[in-house]
């Protein structure tokens, strides 16, 4: 897969004309473009602006509520026509069977594609001192992620979200075609920011990921288009 295939810029702004003019500047060299928060303030029709130029969208939501909120949810995103979309996988076996179930049933009377379903197992924010004393789940970050990766995987969802370096830990879980979205890849010497489980492009392309989620990396650069190429270029 060419690299910029596996490059999704997360488009961390609010101004929908810079969005979308950012979209025109990255958009031979970025194959993704994540939208997260500017969804709330412009809504569906800023995702059909960028789908109009024939990228792909990923339409991070995190969605979490009980299975009847998320099929519709899930009927939703389809009919929107995004690529991938996330929701968390804390929310159950049912409510994620329930959300696949919607989307294959309006996939098929459209006659599209459903996005991709793919679970949030652990924010990349979490280290081990959050999962047990904050969140109050004992044992350790690897088999917490063993076992959320095994629950998507039973529900019938594509993927999983997950730090570079714990792709390995999840593999014998999970399908041979599970598809890995990796957030928290860095450049070598590039800050960690808020995330505390890392890896760089280069690792988490080794280790298997489907695609890597960048954003400051590339938004911070005074020239976007050359931090893309050189991402790409730590990819390969």
Not at 81 to 88: A, E, F, N, P
Not at 104 to 111: F, R
Request: proline letters at 5%; charged letters at 25%.
């Amino acid at each position: 897969m060419p690299a910029d295939d596996r490059l999704c810029l997360a488009l961390d702004m609010s101004d929908r004309d810079e969005i979308l003019a950012l979209v025109d500047e990255l958009k031979e060299h970025v194959g993704w473009f994540k939208v997260n928060s500017a969804f709330t303030l412009h809504g569906p029709e800023l995702v059909r602006e960028i789908l109009d130029r024939d990228v792909k969208v990923f339409l991070d939501l995190k969605l979490h509520d009980i299975p009847n909120t998320l099929a519709g949810y899930a009927r939703a995103v389809t009919r929107l026509g995004v690529h991938l979309v996330t929701m968390h996988t804390a929310g159950g076996i049912e409510m994620m069977r329930t959300a696949v179930a919607a989307a294959d049933a309006e996939a098929a009377e459209l006659g599209t594609e459903r996005p991709k379903l793919v679970g949030v197992t652990l924010l990349t924010s979490v280290d081990q001192q959050v999962l047990n004393d904050e969140l109050n789940v004992p044992g350790s970050i690897e088999d917490e992620l063993r076992s959320r990766a095994a629950l998507a995987a039973k529900a019938g969802l594509d993927g999983m979200v997950c730090a570079p370096p714990e792709i390995p830990l999840v593999r014998g879980v999970v399908p041979e075609d599970f598809f890995f979205v990796t957030p928290g890849a860095r450049s070598p010497g590039q800050s960690d920011d808020d995330h505390r489980r890392t890896g760089t492009h280069a690792e988490a392309v080794a280790a298997g990921s489907s695609l890597l989620v960048v954003g400051r990396r590339i938004l911070d650069a005074p020239d976007r288009v050359a931090a893309a190429l050189e991402v790409t270029a730590e990819m390969s």
